[in-house]
């Protein structure tokens, strides 16, 4: 389609600002066609962007390699632009938008020199859902373009629900390296060095753009751009929930149903959650999304939850077919790969594959790997960040509503973190406030020691939204707590906090996790119903310890010690999130979560 033909105007005038500033050698508008795929794919594969992997092992695959520079989500540099600098908080970025969109525009101006601009209509949901938004991105990227196929409903029908009017999220993304006259791509990545890369947000005009990053959030402008931060202020400003969680269904052996989301920091296992296969016999986990929740009220009092997203864009690495089985089958076809290694027969490879390196490969970085199990030392041959983007519709384990419209009744909400000491396997918050508390104190120990954080600390990341909420983290949870004030809590979502990775003082995981966790899911799934056996305890409501069935090498007093109040513990928690994490937030650290930090206090000394 050209631009000529779009019938919405101001879209039709956004593209034509944007072909003047960016001016490319030519401008298509997707129709999200396989054909329309397909091209993309070739042009990458003509550009030695790309390889096509084993037609027998892998159909319709391809291993893309990124610059070194350009492997991950730069968070020093994505900006939340507000008016005010108040609005983003201090734990986002902040740059005046005026003063912003004055340096973007000059790096905008001719950057898709060289290149053709695509048109991106994409819907996040199902298209035409009422809880679904649609977004349009310009990118002058191929492999945008074929990711965003993977990852959003893109094209024509999109431009049909949009009509003439209606409202879009304009995004623009450009890699930022505009080629000379006469001069094409090289096979190698394009992307801007990390200086001039922008992952920029305006959220009072509801506008992204991103500039010289070509990688995963930077560049799908539908995920966590779009999907959440954009997305937080819309349901902030609308009485909704865009959070970043997945949403899994639970069927227990009678044949009820339940759906459950549950927000994770990174590396917690969100993707494996969300696949789970239970343990347990009779129970079925199926798999509404994987990364993102966007939650509405019904008339019914109820919150329904869609997967605003079409596709996994999961980490590589760890993912095996004991971790994640239902992953694996996801991308045996029609994936993308970024970053991961290349066998020698064209297959894909990378660390805790679950089977030792086949020979030689070609790293990441397109060199040759050998792998060399006695070098403790030895560089990974797939990235750390490296990812597979896959249809959800190809997972084995997709719930058949996974795309209804109308979203799943939500009963319960799940917050976790990787911590090995104090907080217990699962509990109960005893209300709403008290599992608002919960989410904001959501963290995970820091194993290595980075940069900044020494191991063995806990770094925060409240509700896993720390590096996605598009607006100042006070009023987020403000907004949490009157979602709470202003509905009938009976029919809110029963609150839970859980700890897959406590270890003992060997250093061990006490509890196998995995598909085991299923035996939490069942009395998760039980207290929604106000049934399962408990113990209501100063931090929470508690499984007692016969409650949930052990798995294999858990003993009864390992199970005693999962499910235990460690009063000094939690004295030591309380104190950590008065002096060092609430403080984080200012003045907009409502005062309810001030007062059940108090209340919890009070009952650990009583
Ligand atoms: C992701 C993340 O990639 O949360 O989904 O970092
Ligand atoms: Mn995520």
Redesign the pocket.
Known sequence: MKVQELKHASLKKWVEDAVSLMTPDSVEVCDGSKAEYDRMIQFTLDAGLATKLNEKILPNSYLFRSDPSDVA?VENRTYIASKSKDDAGPTNNWIDPAELKKNMTSLYKGSMKGRTMFVIPFSMGPVGSDIAKIGVEITDSPYVVANMHIMARVGTKVLDVLGPDGFFVPCYHSVGKPLGAGEKDNGVWPCAPVDKKYISHFPETREIWSYGSGY??NALLGK?CLALRIASVLARDEGWLAE?MLILKLTNPQGEVKYITGAFP?ACGKTNLAMLIPTIPGWKVQTVGD?IAWMKFKEDGRLYAINPEAGF?G?APGTNNDSNKNAMDTIKSNTIYTNVALTEDKNVWWEGIGYDAPGKLIDWNGNPWVQDKSNKDQKPAAHPNSRFTGPAKQCPAIADEWEDPKGVPISAFLFGGRRPKTIPLVNQAKSWIHGVFMGSIVGSEVTAAALDVQAGTIRRDPFAMLPFCGYHMGDYFKHWIKLGQTHDESKLPKIFFVNWFRKNDAGKFIWPGYGENSRVLAWIFDRCDNKGKFVDTPIGILPTPDAIERPAGVSEADMKEILNVDIEGWKKEIADVRQNHYPKFGDKLPKELYSELDAIEKRLNA
């Open positions: 989500r995963g959030g966590k970043h990174s990364d864009f980490v």
